[in-house]
């Protein structure tokens, strides 16, 4: 198996293909691994670097693994390699928690080692990018426009005070970028 290396810019149209379709994200810490498959995302440059941003809610077993490690894998299938294989990971593994159960095992997926950061790539979604956290930033839900609102489920409150379920904005510096190759 081999890593053909990429200037992710050349495939950020592919990304946002497929992230409406879902994506998935891999994070690891003290040896747990689990994949979240996110649907919003944006590669841009920040500071100077590449860069890819993911939101993930606070509420979610990623948000604390993302949290102990400060970073991030994104897998998205490729080309020929969006297989049936393929649409099964991601459907798992944005349909159950990472808490509860190892969901790549569960799916056989394929763990390929990443190469600077820890949370590795996923062989069958071979379009990889690997991101270190530099920012991370809480959506403020108060401040979000009305039509965007049912994006932020409102969490039980001991007060009558209306509490949401908000994002976290992770701004990862794209460290490298490549697609898997058999």
């Known amino acids: 198996m081999t890593k053909k290396e990429i200037n992710i810019f050349d495939y950020a149209g592919e990304i946002f293909k497929?992230?409406?379709?879902?994506?998935?994200?891999?994070?690891?810490?003290?040896?747990?691994?689990?994949?979240m498959t996110i649907g919003?995302?944006?590669?841009?440059l920040e500071w100077?670097?590449?860069?890819?941003?993911?939101?993930?809610?606070?509420?979610?077993?990623?948000?604390?693994?993302?949290?102990?490690?400060?970073?991030?894998?994104?897998?998205?299938?490729?080309?020929e390699k969006y297989s049936?294989?393929?649409?099964?990971?991601?459907?798992?593994c944005g349909s159950q928690s990472g808490r509860d159960l190892d969901k790549l095992a569960k799916v056989g997926a394929h763990i390929v080692d990443a190469d600077e950061i820890r949370p590795p790539a996923i062989k069958e979604l071979p379009l990889t990018i690997e991101c270190r956290v530099v920012l991370s930033v809480e959506q403020?839900?108060?401040?979000?426009?009305?039509?965007?609102?049912?994006?932020?489920?409102?969490?039980?409150?001991?007060s009558d005070e209306k509490i949401f379920d908000p994002h976290v904005a992770y701004?990862?510096?794209?460290?490298?970028?490549?697609i898997i190759e058999e």
């Open 140 to 158: 403020p839900v108060n401040y979000i426009p009305q039509k965007f609102k049912k994006f932020y489920p409102e969490i039980p409150s001991m």
């Open 40 to 44: 919003w995302g944006n590669i841009g």
């Open 171 to 178: 701004f990862g510096e794209i460290l490298k970028s490549y």
């Open 18 to 35: 497929l992230l409406p379709k879902g994506i998935l994200l891999t994070s690891e810490a003290e040896d747990c691994i689990n994949a």
């Open 48 to 79: 100077g670097v590449p860069t890819f941003t993911a939101y993930i809610r606070k509420s979610r077993f990623t948000y604390e693994l993302i949290e102990r490690t400060g970073e991030f894998t994104i897998c998205a299938p490729y080309g």
């Open 84 to 92: 049936e294989q393929a649409k099964k990971i991601i459907g798992i």
